[in-house]
T-cell receptor
């Protein structure tokens, strides 16, 4: 079965640093998403991306966050100046039109 | 106020038992997802429902739109079914993507041999 790939699996950074989390969605999918899960809490939607632009975003997705599809395969989440509270597991997912979601295995971000 | 509530929060079963996990929601929805989160953290989509019932192997998902309720059933449970099961809904009248979801807190299932 096709997979969504995320790198790195773990990222440790200092507060105030920029981080880029990378994802390779399934090749024929059209919708791309980022979610986060703070330890012990529920999963939260961050953003969806379609046709090279953000289609929906949550209140969490403020000016510190940005997404990009720099080429035909990668989908990235950038956090400009990380805060302690950004520590979480970040999941990428992709889907076709009206289809179920396929999730990556996540990137555990630790901000020190 | 949680818009998606799951019960029970934790569930321990013996291998072979029939398991039911419930999800209630308070908003109008266009779709409901059942997800499985493995102990390592990875998430797998099990079902996406907008009405009726779906079956895949030993898993069955049902939804009652009028009652705003869905159930996930596992027949002949096995220790490998041990995971967190998450219900998530997509509000009605949102755009084309399926991914803007409201998640429940999950039900932690442990199946003992």
């Amino acid at each position: 079965e096709p997979e969504v790939t995320q790198t790195p699996s773990h990222q440790v950074t200092q507060m105030g640093q920029e981080v880029i989390l990378r994802c390779v969605p399934i090749s024929n999918h059209l919708y791309f998403y980022w979610y986060r899960q703070i330890l012990g809490q529920k999963v939260e939607f961050l953003v969806s991306f379609y046709n090279n632009e953000i289609s929906e975003k949550s209140e969490i997705f403020d000016d510190q966050f940005s997404v990009e599809r720099p080429d035909g395969s990668n989908f990235t989440l950038k956090i400009r100046s990380t805060k302690l509270e950004d520590s979480a597991m970040y999941f990428c997912a992709s889907s076709g039109i009206g289809e179920k979601l396929f999730f990556g295995s996540g990137t555990q971000l630790s901000v020190l | 106020k949680n818009e998606v509530e799951q019960s029970p929060q934790n569930l321990t079963a013996q291998e072979g038992e029939f398991i039911t996990i419930n999800c209630s929601y308070s908003v109008g929805i266009s779709a409901l997802h059942w997800l499985q989160q493995h102990p390592g953290g990875g998430i797998v989509s099990l079902f996406m429902l907008s009405s009726g019932k779906k079956k895949h192997g030993r898993l069955i998902a049902t939804i009652n739109i009028q009652e705003k309720h869905s159930s996930l059933h596992i027949t002949a449970s096995h220790p490998r079914d041990s995971a967190v099961y998450i219900c998530a809904v997509r509000r009605m009248n949102y755009g084309g993507s399926q991914g803007n979801l409201i998640f429940g807190k999950g039900t932690k299932l442990s199946v003992k041999p």
